[in-house]
């Protein structure tokens, strides 16, 4: 694999050549002998062929170089292969600068892409509008008198809480107090997001509503959708004979794609430009069918009598019925007189494939599980590899340029620049690694950096000052500081959610149109792209928030609910749930009634008291204790009423109470139970994601993990078990596996899910009653 900074000095002479004054030179680009040695690729001969290996090497290379934004062009003439980049000069291009609010909003929601596919893209993007934006520098921040709140927990004592002036190096802490987003994961999204920026093909191969597969080839990206809890790719097919206006879009569950393939080649033909995901969307609402069901252990005194419910496939059916505790029937008694009974084909094919899942999910569980002998601590992935360390390097150019301008054309200092990058996991960069690598392999370096102690092996670098012009670094590298086309992808489907997630907030529209102006494909990424979680009181839990009001809320479900008085606060969504974030009134209530018994009754005060009494008086909020901020699921949320004025309450950087909270704390917290999986190579997985995959999603969620010579077999993941809803959660999540995921332990939760798989098998077998369904 090419280095960082072979990478680096590759730009830096494709960018050179594109900036020539002759435009012979600019149209013949390099030789693909000069493109592989300065990779570092070694060849036999001049122009002689590669090796397997070489070959991939060079791939891996120039994607690199197109991940870092880089679009080159490989031509041919007569006498060889020669590669060119497609350059803007940087004067043309609309510089983006955030505001340090704007900022506050992007750098929370963007966190709602930690822990999946797309987490190191979030990462990039902020690191990109922190060391770019003209706002964001320490003179702006002071000029704008931008502070922040710090909480500092002391024993048995208050937070304090003291307001400190925002720098630099702490944009890290600069974000809002609630984590609003945790989107849910996907092995293919990177993939998906790529091709549908730089327009790529592909190939996949799809499982259907019916569980059968199918291979689509030469398939283009035209949008994706996050809705009905899933992902969904809208594709087009070749154009051939039509217009761009006759292309018709075909959508695709991502989680049913069970492998993957893009292609170098891009799709030349535009896409329709009718399409809208909006409107698209209201179509994947046609796909829903109805099962008949059986609950075979019902609740006391109820008859055991089929009922109906939603279906979208007969895979996605037979998993959610198995986690449920249901039997899907062989038959669906219509109850029309006409018809008589009739098995539709959803019906026969969910009902067999929960046959099928029942089968190997007690095969892989009976007997003893193999278990490791040795764990290893699973640590975070470091951001070390070569797009990172090309990408910092660019950035750090891009920040020490503009430090000159402002200080008469000195270095910037390492030690200034350095911390900058703490803004996404809270480590500072070390430049010198790729900075020292330069320096070593190549005569001709396009920087300064002055080296405190020349003559050591790796020598500590204390500034950096870019050289522009005749053999020094090209201008045009200034512009791989700005997004790529995947991360603005990535950022305007982040600000979509935004949008939804902030009624009332003026930001995400602000920052959208900023975007615009500064890269012109934004509106259509706008229109192709779109989060759009369904609930039926959505929009009625948007306008109450934005209201700023209490309310009484009807909350719980057909057999059990009440009604409660809250002061919303925020929607939050964890994966596939949204959730209206509230201080419970009633909770608050029940906790001083059961206080006013005690015999220093006298002194207690409800917490929404004191609130209520500072946000009359203009005072500054502080932290009480309990708190009684709750997470309230939209979905059993049945009527939304005014309840008066909303109460304030205290809401600072330790916020800890959303359910995305309490997701990052109970992998992390090693005093939480722990289930231990095994991870099979196998084909039924649902989306048919390769070991790889499967592998890196698990990894990226366990505290430890084991492995069999470089392969990782087996990861343990912690998880919090508040009344069983933990237990639960990782039996369904095995289930969702089909096999992919065997539970190695602990004893207890094998044997359950065991148990809840033969007892579901033996009442199968014993057959199930005839009757009329009821709806449920």
């Avoid at 060849?43 to 290379?61: I, Q």
């Avoid at 909006?278 to 019902?298: C, M, Q």
């Amino acid at each position: 694999m090419s280095t960082a900074a072979q990478l680096f000095m590759t730009l830096n002479r494709l960018a050179t050549v594109a900036e020539a004054p002759d435009e012979a030179t600019r149209r013949n680009g390099i030789s693909r002998d000069e493109f592989l040695s300065l990779l570092g690729i070694k060849t036999s001969a001049p122009g002689a062929a590669l090796s397997e290996a070489s070959e991939r090497a060079f791939e891996r290379a120039k994607q690199t170089l197109r991940d870092a934004g880089a679009r080159i062009t490989h031509f041919t003439t007569d006498t060889s292969g020669r590669y060119r980049l497609n350059a803007e000069a940087p004067d043309s291009l609309t510089a983006w600068n955030p505001t340090a609010e704007e900022f506050r909003l992007l750098n929370a929601e963007l966190r709602g892409w930690e822990g999946t596919e797309l987490q190191d893209e979030a990462y990039r993007i902020l690191r990109k509008i922190a060391l770019t934006s003209e706002h964001l520098t320490d003179e702006a921040l002071t000029a704008a008198n931008v502070t922040r709140i710090e909480e500092i927990k002391r024993d048995n004592q208050p937070s304090l809480i003291k307001t400190v002036k925002q720098r630099a190096r702490d944009l890290h802490a600069y974000r809002e107090h609630i984590q609003r987003l945790h989107f849910s994961d996907d092995p293919h999204l990177y993939e998906l997001f790529t091709a549908y920026a730089q327009r790529k093909t592909l190939n996949f191969t799809y499982q259907g509503s019916d569980g059968d597969i199918k291979t689509y080839e030469k398939v283009s990206v035209a949008g994706l959708i996050y809705s009905y809890g899933s992902w969904y790719l809208v594709a087009h097919f070749p154009l051939g004979n039509k217009t761009p206006e006759e292309r018709k879009t075909y959508t695709y569950r991502t989680d049913r794609i069970r492998s993957l393939d893009v292609f170098s080649s891009t799709d030349p033909a535009p896409i329709n430009p009718a399409y809208e995901a909006r409107t698209r969307l209201k179509k994947i609402s046609g796909y829903e069918e109805t099962l008949a069901v059986l609950d075979p252990n019902p609740g006391t005194g109820d008859p055991a009598a089929p009922f109906t419910v939603p279906s979208y496939g007969a895979v996605d059916s037979a998993i959610d019925a198995t986690c449920a505790g249901w039997l899907i029937q062989p038959r669906h008694n219509t109850g029309n007189s006409a018809s008589g009974a009739s098995v539709t084909g959803r019906q026969q094919d969910s009902h067999a494939a929960q046959q099928e899942l029942l089968r190997d999910l007690i095969a892989l569980h009976t007997g003893e599980p193999e278990t490791p002998t040795k764990w290893f601590p699973t640590t975070q992935r470091s951001r070390n590899d070569a797009l990172d360390a090309l990408d910092d390097l660019i950035l750090a150019l891009h920040r020490a340029d503009r430090w000159a301008d402002v200080h008469d054309e000195a270095p910037m200092p390492l030690n200034k620049l350095n911390p900058l990058y703490r803004v996404d996991n809270d480590n500072a960069a070390k430049l010198d690694k790729i900075i020292n690598a330069i320096y070593e392999d190549f005569d001709e370096v396009p920087f300064y950096s002055e080296a405190k102690n020349p003559d050591a092996p790796t020598p500590a670098r204390t500034n950096l000052l870019p050289e522009f012009g005749d053999g020094a670094a090209s201008l045009t590298l200034l512009n791989y500081a700005r997004l790529t086309d995947t991360e603005l992808a990535i950022l305007v489907f982040t600000l979509s959610a935004a949008d939804l997630m902030y009624p009332g907030d003026p930001r995400p529209a602000a920052i959208l149109a900023a975007l615009a102006e500064a890269y012109p494909r934004t509106a259509d990424y706008a229109k192709h792209l779109l989060f759009a979680p369904e609930d039926p009181l959505l929009q009625d839990a948007r306008a109450a928030l934005a209201s700023g009001r209490a309310l009484t809320i009807t909350y719980g479900n057909s057999t059990r609910d009440a009604e409660r008085v809250v002061d919303p606060v925020a929607l939050t969504l964890h994966r596939d749930r949204l959730y209206l974030h509230a201080w419970c009134r009633a909770s608050e209530a029940r906790h001083l009634a059961t206080l006013s018994e005690s015999p220093a009754a006298e002194n207690v005060k409800p917490a929404s008291a004191a609130g209520e009494k500072a946000a009359s008086a203009g005072a500054e909020l502080t932290p009480v204790e309990p708190v009684f901020w709750r997470n309230f699921r939209l979905t059993r949320i049945s009527s939304y009423a005014p309840a008066g004025e909303a109460q304030a309450h205290y809401i600072g950087p330790n916020h800890d109470s959303t359910v995305n909270d309490w997701h990052a704390k109970q992998h992390k917290t090693t005093t939480n139970p722990s289930v231990e999986l095994r991870i099979h190579p196998t084909d039924h997985t649902p989306g048919g994601e390769t070991l790889e995959n499967l592998t890196a999603t698990y990894k990226r969620r366990s505290a430890e993990h084991a492995r069999k010579g470089t392969k990782t077999t087996h990861v343990r993941v912690h998880y919090n078990n508040i009344a069983g809803a933990g237990d639960k959660n990782i039996l369904d999540t095995v289930i969702a596996h089909r096999g992919a995921l065997e539970l190695v332990g602990p004893a207890h939760l094998r044997a359950a899910l065991l148990d809840q798989l033969q007892t579901l098998n033996a009442s199968s077998r014993r057959g199930a009653p005839a009757g009329v369904p009821a709806e449920k």
